[in-house]
């Protein structure tokens, strides 16, 4: 056995993982936490603040109070030289257990599906969802975007989602159209990048988060929903996203404050620029925007335009910004 030295302490970054695994209540899917992290979870496996359930492939915290007593034992062992050591330990880890005790501790669930009561619950969940997403967020939206406060709330993190190259897309009702709070949102969220289509047909609400993790009512009147991880299920919920955003119909929003303007998302402004020959980098400096955010917003442009090369794409917009005649 090593000898018990100050190195068997967690370092900074270690302690910042456990706190972060006490912030999801205490027990975390094994794979997602070494994806973030595999030398800080393997340390503090060895170190025994982790306790790996191999049946579940998940990790729980474990009160650093058994570990420093452990650690505490062995370096009595070692002598009257490590004693002074031993008898610091509980105060060493006195932040870690602080944050132990203070953490509820989260329901022991095999499944990976669950089931979260109460609105306000279910909101804060979808908000934390929503500020760990990276890559897309996808959305039916039977009705409106919802109320004038939330979405404010919400504008900045959106636009800073989308800026870094985040994809966001949403399907709404055609009542939506007759409500401002939605088309002032619509034609923000536009301008930055966000796709919107509405959809005629009965559709169910559902969230989908970096076709990662999927919100689903579980009952009637949305005051219970359900978080799905499983990969299949939430495979079979994006596929049925995918099909009703291609029966959805493409919408050229406005607001009553720009009547008879058209607006002018930040992508088309992209393809304009493009259109007349600018560079990438000029694109990025004339609009104020990052050079990947440009880059972003051209792979779109050559999705939408269904165009495989940028020489080819930049042909395509200049023939769609010539006068009609």
């Known amino acids: ?91 060493l880890l006195e932040d870690l257990t602080h944050a132990y005790d203070a953490t509820p501790r989260r329901a022991d669930r095999s499944s990976v599906v669950q089931h979260v009561d109460r609105t306000e619950q279910i909101r804060h969940r979808v908000l934390q969802l929503a500020s760990e997403a990276y890559e897309e967020e996808l959305s039916l939206h039977p009705g409106g975007a919802g109320p004038a406060d939330l979405l404010e709330q919400a504008l900045e993190r959106t636009r800073r989602f989308l800026e870094r190259g985040g994809t966001i897309r949403t399907v709404y009702e055609p009542t939506a159209l007759l409500d401002g709070t939605t088309v002032r949102w619509a034609e923000r969220v536009t301008g930055w990048g966000g796709r919107f289509r509405t959809l005629s047909e009965p559709f169910s609400r559902m969230l989908i988060f970096d076709r990662r993790v999927a919100v689903v009512p579980a009952s009637a009147d949305n005051s219970s929903a359900a978080f799905i991880e499983d990969p299949a299920v939430v495979s079979f919920l994006v596929a ?75 042909w395509q917009m200049r023939g769609a910004a010539e006068p009609q005649g």
Request: glycine residues 8%.
């Open 240 to 314: 049925a996203f995918e099909r009703d955003w291609e029966r959805a119909e493409r919408i050229q929003w406005r607001s009553a404050e720009h009547e008879g303007e058209s607006v002018v998302p930040v992508h088309e402004q992209v393809g304009r620029l493009l259109a007349q020959g600018l560079t990438q980098k000029t694109i990025a400096s004339r609009l104020g925007l990052g050079e990947r955010t440009v880059a972003a917003h051209i792979s779109r442009l050559r999705e939408l335009h269904d165009a495989e090369t940028l020489f080819q794409l930049g």
């Open 1 to 91: 056995m090593s000898e018990p030295n100050g190195a068997a302490l967690p370092s900074e970054s270690e302690r910042r993982l456990y706190q972060q695994i006490l912030d999801q209540g205490g027990r975390v899917s094994f794979r997602e936490a070494v994806e973030q992290d595999p030398t800080g979870v393997l340390r503090l496996m060895e170190l025994g603040l982790l306790l790996h359930d191999a049946a579940d492939q998940v990790l729980t915290a474990v009160n650093p109070r058994a570990v420093s007593d452990r650690i505490s034992a062995e370096l009595r062992a070692e002598g009257t030289r490590m004693l002074l050591r031993a008898e610091e330990m509980p105060t």
